[in-house]
Protein backbone atom coordinates (compact mmCIF):
# COMPACT_ATOMS: atom_id res chain seq x y z
CA UNK A 1 0.00 0.00 0.00
CA UNK A 2 2.86 2.22 1.22
CA UNK A 3 4.01 2.63 -2.73
CA UNK A 4 0.84 4.06 -3.85
CA UNK A 5 0.79 7.05 -1.48
CA UNK A 6 3.09 9.43 -4.01
CA UNK A 7 -0.16 8.40 -6.51
CA UNK A 8 -2.46 9.87 -3.44
CA UNK A 9 -0.48 13.32 -3.60
CA UNK A 10 -0.72 13.81 -7.19
CA UNK A 11 -4.17 13.12 -6.85
CA UNK A 12 -4.99 15.43 -4.40
CA UNK A 13 -3.53 18.13 -6.16
CA UNK A 14 -5.10 16.94 -9.49
CA UNK A 15 -8.49 16.98 -8.39
CA UNK A 16 -8.36 20.32 -6.59
CA UNK A 17 -7.40 22.08 -9.30
CA UNK A 18 -9.72 21.02 -11.97
CA UNK A 19 -12.72 20.88 -9.29
CA UNK A 20 -12.00 24.85 -9.50
CA UNK A 21 -12.53 24.68 -13.25
CA UNK A 22 -16.24 24.31 -12.08
CA UNK A 23 -17.37 24.84 -8.40
CA UNK A 24 -17.49 28.17 -9.25
CA UNK A 25 -20.40 28.23 -11.38
CA UNK A 26 -23.30 27.38 -8.95
CA UNK A 27 -21.97 30.09 -6.55
CA UNK A 28 -22.45 32.76 -9.37
CA UNK A 29 -25.09 34.37 -8.10
CA UNK A 30 -24.37 34.24 -4.45
CA UNK A 31 -20.85 35.77 -5.36
CA UNK A 32 -22.99 38.97 -7.78
CA UNK A 33 -24.97 39.71 -4.52
CA UNK A 34 -22.19 39.66 -1.75
CA UNK A 35 -19.91 41.60 -4.06
CA UNK A 36 -22.87 43.80 -6.37
CA UNK A 37 -20.68 42.66 -9.51
CA UNK A 38 -22.04 42.77 -12.56
CA UNK A 39 -22.49 39.82 -15.54
CA UNK A 40 -19.08 40.90 -17.22
CA UNK A 41 -17.54 40.50 -13.35
CA UNK A 42 -19.07 37.44 -12.97
CA UNK A 43 -16.89 35.88 -16.62
CA UNK A 44 -13.77 36.83 -15.69
CA UNK A 45 -14.01 35.18 -12.35
CA UNK A 46 -13.96 32.17 -14.69
CA UNK A 47 -12.52 33.07 -17.37
CA UNK A 48 -9.10 34.36 -15.21
CA UNK A 49 -8.79 30.89 -13.76
CA UNK A 50 -8.86 29.26 -17.61
CA UNK A 51 -6.57 31.73 -19.31
CA UNK A 52 -4.32 31.76 -17.03
CA UNK A 53 -4.36 28.09 -17.09
CA UNK A 54 -4.03 28.64 -20.94
CA UNK A 55 -1.61 30.71 -20.85
CA UNK A 56 0.84 29.18 -18.90
CA UNK A 57 0.76 25.63 -18.95
CA UNK A 58 3.47 24.90 -21.77
CA UNK A 59 6.07 27.35 -20.11
CA UNK A 60 5.54 25.75 -16.46
CA UNK A 61 6.27 22.59 -18.35
CA UNK A 62 9.70 24.37 -19.81
CA UNK A 63 9.93 25.44 -15.98
CA UNK A 64 9.54 21.99 -14.82
CA UNK A 65 11.87 20.59 -17.05
CA UNK A 66 14.41 22.89 -15.67
CA UNK A 67 13.93 23.57 -12.11
CA UNK A 68 12.40 20.21 -11.54
CA UNK A 69 8.71 18.53 -11.33
CA UNK A 70 8.46 17.97 -7.56
CA UNK A 71 9.69 21.27 -6.65
CA UNK A 72 7.00 22.93 -9.73
CA UNK A 73 4.13 20.73 -8.29
CA UNK A 74 5.09 21.90 -4.91
CA UNK A 75 5.39 25.60 -5.55
CA UNK A 76 1.84 25.35 -7.50
CA UNK A 77 0.42 23.72 -4.53
CA UNK A 78 1.49 26.58 -2.17
CA UNK A 79 0.65 29.03 -4.80
CA UNK A 80 -3.12 27.73 -5.18
CA UNK A 81 -3.56 27.94 -1.81
CA UNK A 82 -2.64 31.35 -0.94
CA UNK A 83 -4.70 32.54 -3.99
CA UNK A 84 -7.21 30.12 -2.79
CA UNK A 85 -7.23 32.41 0.65
CA UNK A 86 -7.28 35.36 -1.38
CA UNK A 87 -10.59 34.42 -3.09
CA UNK A 88 -11.78 33.14 -0.32
CA UNK A 89 -11.69 36.83 1.52
CA UNK A 90 -12.10 39.04 -1.44
CA UNK A 91 -13.53 41.81 0.16
CA UNK A 92 -14.44 43.46 -4.32
CA UNK A 93 -15.13 41.54 -7.57
CA UNK A 94 -12.11 43.20 -8.98
CA UNK A 95 -10.15 41.27 -6.01
CA UNK A 96 -11.54 37.89 -6.38
CA UNK A 97 -10.61 38.09 -10.28
CA UNK A 98 -7.29 38.85 -9.53
CA UNK A 99 -7.44 36.30 -6.72
CA UNK A 100 -8.52 33.65 -9.72
CA UNK A 101 -5.81 34.48 -12.02
CA UNK A 102 -3.18 33.68 -9.57
CA UNK A 103 -4.72 30.40 -8.58
CA UNK A 104 -5.23 29.56 -12.39
CA UNK A 105 -0.47 30.05 -12.46
CA UNK A 106 -0.87 28.01 -9.42
CA UNK A 107 -3.08 25.43 -11.31
CA UNK A 108 -0.88 25.78 -14.44
CA UNK A 109 2.43 24.75 -12.23
CA UNK A 110 0.71 21.85 -11.21
CA UNK A 111 -1.14 20.34 -13.97
CA UNK A 112 2.03 20.36 -15.84
CA UNK A 113 3.89 18.15 -14.20
CA UNK A 114 1.50 15.53 -12.40
CA UNK A 115 1.59 13.03 -15.18
CA UNK A 116 5.32 13.37 -15.44
CA UNK A 117 5.85 12.89 -11.56
CA UNK A 118 3.44 9.70 -12.16
CA UNK A 119 5.60 8.29 -14.91
CA UNK A 120 8.41 8.66 -12.63
CA UNK A 121 7.09 7.39 -9.89
CA UNK A 122 5.89 4.00 -11.19
CA UNK A 123 6.98 1.11 -13.58
CA UNK A 124 5.36 -1.46 -15.52
CA UNK A 125 1.67 -2.48 -14.85
CA UNK A 126 2.04 -0.01 -11.70
CA UNK A 127 1.89 2.58 -13.81
CA UNK A 128 -0.95 2.13 -16.10
CA UNK A 129 -2.83 1.49 -12.49
CA UNK A 130 -1.21 4.84 -11.35
CA UNK A 131 -2.62 6.49 -14.42
CA UNK A 132 -6.03 5.10 -14.90
CA UNK A 133 -6.61 5.78 -11.21
CA UNK A 134 -5.20 9.13 -12.21
CA UNK A 135 -7.37 9.81 -15.09
CA UNK A 136 -10.35 8.58 -13.11
CA UNK A 137 -9.67 11.37 -10.74
CA UNK A 138 -9.91 13.98 -13.80
CA UNK A 139 -13.50 12.56 -14.15
CA UNK A 140 -14.88 12.38 -10.61
CA UNK A 141 -13.59 15.98 -10.42
CA UNK A 142 -15.74 17.20 -13.24
CA UNK A 143 -19.03 15.12 -12.01
CA UNK A 144 -18.17 16.54 -8.33
CA UNK A 145 -17.66 20.69 -9.04
CA UNK A 146 -21.54 21.41 -9.38
CA UNK A 147 -22.50 19.63 -6.98
CA UNK A 148 -20.28 20.14 -4.00
CA UNK A 149 -20.03 24.47 -4.82
CA UNK A 150 -23.77 23.76 -4.38
CA UNK A 151 -23.20 22.23 -1.20
CA UNK A 152 -20.41 24.56 -0.08
CA UNK A 153 -22.25 27.36 -0.81
CA UNK A 154 -25.82 26.73 0.65
CA UNK A 155 -23.95 25.73 3.90
CA UNK A 156 -21.38 28.34 4.26
CA UNK A 157 -22.01 30.76 1.63
CA UNK A 158 -19.74 31.41 -1.12
CA UNK A 159 -16.37 31.63 0.18
CA UNK A 160 -16.14 28.28 1.02
CA UNK A 161 -15.54 27.07 -2.17
CA UNK A 162 -12.47 28.05 -2.36
CA UNK A 163 -11.53 28.35 1.27
CA UNK A 164 -11.80 24.28 1.57
CA UNK A 165 -8.77 24.24 -0.46
CA UNK A 166 -6.58 25.10 1.48
CA UNK A 167 -6.82 22.05 3.79
CA UNK A 168 -6.80 19.89 0.90
CA UNK A 169 -3.63 21.49 -0.42
CA UNK A 170 -1.78 21.54 3.19
CA UNK A 171 -2.35 17.71 3.33
CA UNK A 172 -1.35 17.56 -0.65
CA UNK A 173 2.09 19.54 0.49
CA UNK A 174 3.01 17.72 3.24
CA UNK A 175 2.49 14.22 1.68
CA UNK A 176 4.48 15.80 -1.61
CA UNK A 177 7.27 16.22 1.14
CA UNK A 178 7.22 13.07 2.44
CA UNK A 179 6.68 10.65 -0.52
CA UNK A 180 7.69 12.08 -3.79
CA UNK A 181 10.85 11.33 -4.96
CA UNK A 182 13.50 14.66 -4.77
CA UNK A 183 14.03 15.72 -8.27
CA UNK A 184 17.33 14.49 -10.02
CA UNK A 185 19.98 16.81 -10.55
CA UNK A 186 19.05 18.75 -13.90
CA UNK A 187 22.22 18.91 -16.02
CA UNK A 188 21.75 21.31 -19.19
CA UNK A 189 19.89 24.55 -19.35
CA UNK A 190 16.58 24.61 -20.48
CA UNK A 191 15.65 27.27 -22.78
CA UNK A 192 12.39 28.86 -21.43
CA UNK A 193 10.37 30.76 -24.54
CA UNK A 194 9.25 34.36 -22.46
CA UNK A 195 8.84 36.05 -25.53
CA UNK A 196 6.28 33.50 -26.64
CA UNK A 197 4.35 33.25 -23.89
CA UNK A 198 4.02 37.28 -23.35
CA UNK A 199 3.02 37.46 -26.49
CA UNK A 200 0.59 34.63 -26.35
CA UNK A 201 -0.86 35.90 -22.51
CA UNK A 202 -1.74 39.05 -24.43
CA UNK A 203 -3.23 37.80 -27.37
CA UNK A 204 -5.56 36.02 -25.06
CA UNK A 205 -6.76 37.80 -22.49
CA UNK A 206 -6.94 41.07 -25.36
CA UNK A 207 -9.61 38.47 -27.16
CA UNK A 208 -11.32 37.59 -24.27
CA UNK A 209 -11.47 40.93 -22.81
CA UNK A 210 -12.93 42.57 -25.66
CA UNK A 211 -15.56 40.07 -26.70
CA UNK A 212 -16.62 40.15 -22.70
CA UNK A 213 -16.34 44.30 -23.36
CA UNK A 214 -18.57 43.66 -26.48
CA UNK A 215 -21.50 41.80 -24.64
CA UNK A 216 -21.16 45.21 -21.82
CA UNK A 217 -20.59 48.00 -24.11
CA UNK A 218 -21.02 47.10 -27.52
CA UNK A 219 -18.99 46.27 -30.62
CA UNK A 220 -18.17 50.09 -31.08
CA UNK A 221 -16.62 50.74 -28.05
CA UNK A 222 -13.47 51.88 -27.89
CA UNK A 223 -12.52 49.46 -25.05
CA UNK A 224 -14.29 46.94 -27.46
CA UNK A 225 -11.57 47.79 -30.75
CA UNK A 226 -8.64 48.64 -28.70
CA UNK A 227 -8.70 45.00 -27.25
CA UNK A 228 -9.17 43.61 -30.31
CA UNK A 229 -7.01 45.46 -32.02
CA UNK A 230 -4.36 44.43 -29.28
CA UNK A 231 -5.52 40.80 -29.52
CA UNK A 232 -4.16 40.66 -33.15
CA UNK A 233 -1.50 42.25 -33.46
CA UNK A 234 -0.12 40.09 -30.10
CA UNK A 235 -0.89 36.93 -32.00
CA UNK A 236 1.19 38.49 -34.88
CA UNK A 237 4.22 38.83 -32.45
CA UNK A 238 3.27 35.11 -31.04
CA UNK A 239 3.76 34.18 -34.79
CA UNK A 240 6.91 36.35 -35.48
CA UNK A 241 8.32 35.17 -32.29
CA UNK A 242 7.68 31.37 -32.70
CA UNK A 243 9.44 31.44 -36.05
CA UNK A 244 12.66 32.64 -35.01
CA UNK A 245 12.66 31.35 -31.63
CA UNK A 246 15.46 28.14 -31.12
CA UNK A 247 13.25 26.68 -28.31
CA UNK A 248 9.15 27.72 -29.06
CA UNK A 249 7.13 27.48 -26.84
CA UNK A 250 5.04 26.03 -29.42
CA UNK A 251 6.09 24.80 -33.07
CA UNK A 252 4.06 25.91 -35.34
CA UNK A 253 5.48 23.75 -38.17
CA UNK A 254 2.64 21.16 -36.23
CA UNK A 255 0.12 22.77 -37.49
CA UNK A 256 1.03 22.00 -41.38
CA UNK A 257 -0.23 18.53 -40.13
CA UNK A 258 -4.34 18.97 -41.23
CA UNK A 259 -5.06 16.21 -38.86
CA UNK A 260 -3.16 18.52 -36.00
CA UNK A 261 -4.94 21.35 -36.62
CA UNK A 262 -8.30 20.37 -36.66
CA UNK A 263 -7.71 18.27 -33.67
CA UNK A 264 -6.54 21.76 -32.04
CA UNK A 265 -9.99 23.30 -33.13
CA UNK A 266 -11.73 20.55 -31.95
CA UNK A 267 -10.19 20.73 -28.26
CA UNK A 268 -11.04 24.34 -28.54
CA UNK A 269 -14.76 24.19 -29.76
CA UNK A 270 -15.29 20.52 -26.83
CA UNK A 271 -14.56 22.81 -24.00
CA UNK A 272 -16.92 25.87 -25.10
CA UNK A 273 -19.50 24.10 -26.59
CA UNK A 274 -19.82 21.32 -23.84
CA UNK A 275 -18.83 23.39 -20.76
CA UNK A 276 -19.30 27.41 -21.30
CA UNK A 277 -22.62 27.87 -21.22
CA UNK A 278 -23.02 26.35 -17.99
CA UNK A 279 -22.91 29.48 -15.99
CA UNK A 280 -25.67 31.26 -17.96
CA UNK A 281 -27.41 27.87 -17.40
CA UNK A 282 -26.46 27.83 -13.46
CA UNK A 283 -27.76 31.94 -13.40
CA UNK A 284 -31.47 30.69 -14.68
CA UNK A 285 -31.57 27.76 -12.46
CA UNK A 286 -31.05 30.07 -9.49
CA UNK A 287 -32.10 33.42 -10.26
CA UNK A 288 -35.39 32.94 -12.47
CA UNK A 289 -36.52 29.21 -10.85
CA UNK A 290 -35.09 30.03 -7.70
CA UNK A 291 -33.37 26.35 -7.22
CA UNK A 292 -31.24 26.46 -4.01
CA UNK A 293 -26.77 25.91 -4.92
CA UNK A 294 -27.85 22.31 -3.97
CA UNK A 295 -30.36 21.60 -6.41
CA UNK A 296 -28.78 24.28 -8.89
CA UNK A 297 -25.49 21.86 -9.04
CA UNK A 298 -27.62 18.34 -8.79
CA UNK A 299 -29.82 19.67 -12.22
CA UNK A 300 -26.31 20.09 -14.44
CA UNK A 301 -24.56 16.64 -13.15
CA UNK A 302 -26.49 14.27 -15.36
CA UNK A 303 -23.49 16.07 -18.09
CA UNK A 304 -20.96 14.30 -15.89
CA UNK A 305 -22.10 11.29 -14.95
CA UNK A 306 -22.89 10.39 -18.24
CA UNK A 307 -19.39 11.66 -18.92
CA UNK A 308 -17.48 9.93 -16.56
CA UNK A 309 -19.41 6.20 -17.74
CA UNK A 310 -19.18 6.70 -20.85
CA UNK A 311 -15.46 7.49 -20.72
CA UNK A 312 -14.92 4.40 -17.81
CA UNK A 313 -16.65 2.12 -19.89
CA UNK A 314 -15.71 2.54 -23.52
CA UNK A 315 -12.22 4.26 -22.91
CA UNK A 316 -10.34 0.88 -23.63
CA UNK A 317 -12.14 0.14 -26.96
CA UNK A 318 -11.54 3.28 -28.68
CA UNK A 319 -8.14 3.15 -29.46
CA UNK A 320 -6.58 1.85 -32.71
CA UNK A 321 -9.33 3.14 -34.89
CA UNK A 322 -9.06 6.60 -36.80
CA UNK A 323 -9.64 8.85 -34.30
CA UNK A 324 -11.94 10.84 -36.39
CA UNK A 325 -14.79 8.66 -35.69
CA UNK A 326 -14.91 9.20 -31.76
CA UNK A 327 -13.53 12.39 -31.71
CA UNK A 328 -16.30 13.77 -34.55
CA UNK A 329 -18.83 11.15 -32.80
CA UNK A 330 -18.26 13.12 -29.71
CA UNK A 331 -18.37 16.60 -30.49
CA UNK A 332 -21.88 15.50 -32.88
CA UNK A 333 -23.19 14.16 -29.64
CA UNK A 334 -22.69 17.67 -27.88
CA UNK A 335 -23.63 19.44 -30.50
CA UNK A 336 -27.00 17.78 -31.04
CA UNK A 337 -27.06 17.70 -27.08
CA UNK A 338 -26.70 21.54 -27.19
CA UNK A 339 -29.36 21.88 -29.23
CA UNK A 340 -31.67 20.01 -27.48
CA UNK A 341 -31.49 22.19 -24.58
CA UNK A 342 -33.40 24.71 -26.95
CA UNK A 343 -36.38 23.25 -25.58
CA UNK A 344 -36.43 25.46 -22.58
CA UNK A 345 -38.50 28.05 -22.61
CA UNK A 346 -40.16 30.53 -19.97
CA UNK A 347 -42.71 28.23 -18.27
CA UNK A 348 -39.75 25.28 -18.15
CA UNK A 349 -38.63 23.84 -15.48
CA UNK A 350 -34.83 22.21 -14.43
CA UNK A 351 -36.45 19.00 -16.03
CA UNK A 352 -36.18 20.61 -19.28
CA UNK A 353 -32.49 20.46 -19.42
CA UNK A 354 -31.74 16.37 -19.02
CA UNK A 355 -32.57 15.18 -22.39
CA UNK A 356 -29.80 17.50 -23.83
CA UNK A 357 -27.22 17.57 -20.88
CA UNK A 358 -27.31 13.42 -20.88
CA UNK A 359 -26.31 13.43 -24.75
CA UNK A 360 -23.99 16.02 -24.49
CA UNK A 361 -22.32 14.00 -21.29
CA UNK A 362 -22.50 11.03 -23.89
CA UNK A 363 -20.31 12.96 -26.34
CA UNK A 364 -17.97 14.41 -23.84
CA UNK A 365 -17.62 10.93 -22.64
CA UNK A 366 -16.73 9.41 -25.90
CA UNK A 367 -14.21 12.12 -27.22
CA UNK A 368 -12.42 12.49 -23.75
CA UNK A 369 -10.53 9.58 -23.76
CA UNK A 370 -9.15 9.50 -27.38
CA UNK A 371 -8.22 13.35 -27.99
CA UNK A 372 -4.69 13.69 -26.72
CA UNK A 373 -4.05 10.11 -27.26
CA UNK A 374 -4.98 10.71 -31.34
CA UNK A 375 -2.59 14.01 -31.18
CA UNK A 376 -0.19 12.26 -29.84
CA UNK A 377 -0.17 9.39 -32.37
CA UNK A 378 -0.30 11.34 -35.14
CA UNK A 379 3.10 13.25 -34.25
CA UNK A 380 6.51 11.49 -33.63
CA UNK A 381 7.35 10.28 -30.58
CA UNK A 382 9.97 13.26 -29.78
CA UNK A 383 6.49 15.91 -30.04
CA UNK A 384 4.48 14.28 -27.41
CA UNK A 385 5.51 16.77 -25.02
CA UNK A 386 4.66 19.61 -27.09
CA UNK A 387 1.63 17.49 -28.63
CA UNK A 388 0.12 17.11 -25.23
CA UNK A 389 0.47 20.57 -23.75
CA UNK A 390 -1.19 22.18 -26.96
CA UNK A 391 -3.97 19.97 -26.60
CA UNK A 392 -4.60 20.89 -22.93
CA UNK A 393 -3.57 24.76 -23.86
CA UNK A 394 -6.29 24.85 -26.45
CA UNK A 395 -9.02 23.18 -24.40
CA UNK A 396 -8.06 25.91 -21.47
CA UNK A 397 -8.35 28.42 -24.38
CA UNK A 398 -11.56 27.44 -25.64
CA UNK A 399 -13.64 27.13 -22.59
CA UNK A 400 -12.31 30.96 -21.59
CA UNK A 401 -12.89 32.13 -25.21
CA UNK A 402 -16.16 30.36 -25.23
CA UNK A 403 -17.31 31.73 -22.04
CA UNK A 404 -16.91 35.03 -23.49
CA UNK A 405 -18.38 34.57 -26.90
CA UNK A 406 -21.50 33.38 -25.16
CA UNK A 407 -21.88 35.73 -22.73
CA UNK A 408 -21.71 38.16 -25.64
CA UNK A 409 -24.25 36.36 -27.81
CA UNK A 410 -26.48 35.92 -24.51
CA UNK A 411 -26.50 39.80 -23.82
CA UNK A 412 -27.32 40.79 -27.29
CA UNK A 413 -30.60 38.67 -26.53
CA UNK A 414 -31.58 39.25 -23.05
CA UNK A 415 -30.25 42.04 -19.86
CA UNK A 416 -28.12 39.84 -18.07
CA UNK A 417 -28.95 42.32 -15.36
CA UNK A 418 -33.12 41.63 -15.26
CA UNK A 419 -32.46 37.57 -15.50
CA UNK A 420 -36.61 37.33 -14.23
CA UNK A 421 -37.44 39.30 -17.76
CA UNK A 422 -39.21 37.06 -19.93
CA UNK A 423 -36.57 37.29 -22.72
CA UNK A 424 -33.86 35.63 -20.79
CA UNK A 425 -34.78 32.13 -22.03
CA UNK A 426 -34.08 33.72 -25.43
CA UNK A 427 -31.02 34.78 -24.81
CA UNK A 428 -30.22 30.90 -23.76
CA UNK A 429 -31.87 29.93 -26.36
CA UNK A 430 -29.47 31.87 -28.73
CA UNK A 431 -26.45 30.75 -26.45
CA UNK A 432 -27.60 27.01 -27.37
CA UNK A 433 -27.35 27.43 -30.82
CA UNK A 434 -24.07 28.56 -31.51
CA UNK A 435 -22.66 26.59 -29.07
CA UNK A 436 -24.78 23.61 -30.81
CA UNK A 437 -23.59 24.35 -34.50
CA UNK A 438 -20.20 25.29 -33.45
CA UNK A 439 -19.88 21.79 -32.01
CA UNK A 440 -21.28 20.17 -35.66
CA UNK A 441 -19.34 22.08 -37.47
CA UNK A 442 -16.27 21.01 -35.94
CA UNK A 443 -17.75 17.52 -35.46
CA UNK A 444 -17.63 18.02 -39.78
CA UNK A 445 -13.70 19.34 -39.42
CA UNK A 446 -12.49 16.23 -37.90
CA UNK A 447 -14.17 13.55 -40.17
CA UNK A 448 -12.90 15.29 -43.17
CA UNK A 449 -9.32 16.41 -42.02
CA UNK A 450 -8.07 13.64 -39.39
CA UNK A 451 -6.65 10.57 -40.83
CA UNK A 452 -6.20 7.56 -39.29
CA UNK A 453 -2.15 7.67 -38.09
CA UNK A 454 0.15 5.60 -40.92
CA UNK A 455 2.35 3.72 -37.64
CA UNK A 456 1.51 2.93 -34.45
CA UNK A 457 1.58 5.44 -31.96
CA UNK A 458 3.79 6.00 -28.98
CA UNK A 459 3.54 5.37 -25.78
CA UNK A 460 4.73 8.59 -24.19
CA UNK A 461 5.71 9.76 -21.12
CA UNK A 462 4.83 13.22 -20.51
CA UNK A 463 7.45 15.59 -20.21
CA UNK A 464 5.51 18.66 -19.64
CA UNK A 465 1.67 18.58 -19.77
CA UNK A 466 -0.81 15.99 -18.62
CA UNK A 467 -3.97 15.18 -20.86
CA UNK A 468 -7.34 15.29 -19.65
CA UNK A 469 -8.18 11.60 -20.50
Not at 339 to 345: D, I, N, P, Q, R
Not at 388 to 412: D, K
Not at 434 to 456: D, H, I, Q
Request: charged share 10%; aromatic share 6%; hydrophobic share 60%.
Amino acid sequence: MSRWWPLVAICLGTFMLLVDVTIVNVALPAMAGSLDSSFADLQWVIDGYALALAALLMVTGSLADRFGRRRLYLTGLVVFAVASLACGVAPSAGALVAARVVQGAGGAAMFATTAALIAASYHGRDRGTAFGVWAAVNGLAAACGPLVGGLLTEAWGWRAIFLVNLPVAAIAVALTLAVLARDARITGAVRIDLAGAAAFTVAATGLVYGLIEAGDTGWGAPTTVLSLVLAAVAVGAFVLVERRAEHPMLELALFRNRSFTALMVAAAVFSGAAFAHLALVSLWLQEVLALSPIRAGLAVVPLSVAAFVVSAAAGRFLHGGSPARPVGGGLALIGLGVLLLTVVGDGSGPWALLPGLVVSGLGVGLATPVLVSATLAILPPAKAGVGSAAVNTFRQLGLAVGLAVLGTVFAGHADPTDPRSSGYTDGLDAVFLTAGVAALAAAVLVVVLVRRPTSAPSAPVERRVPSLD
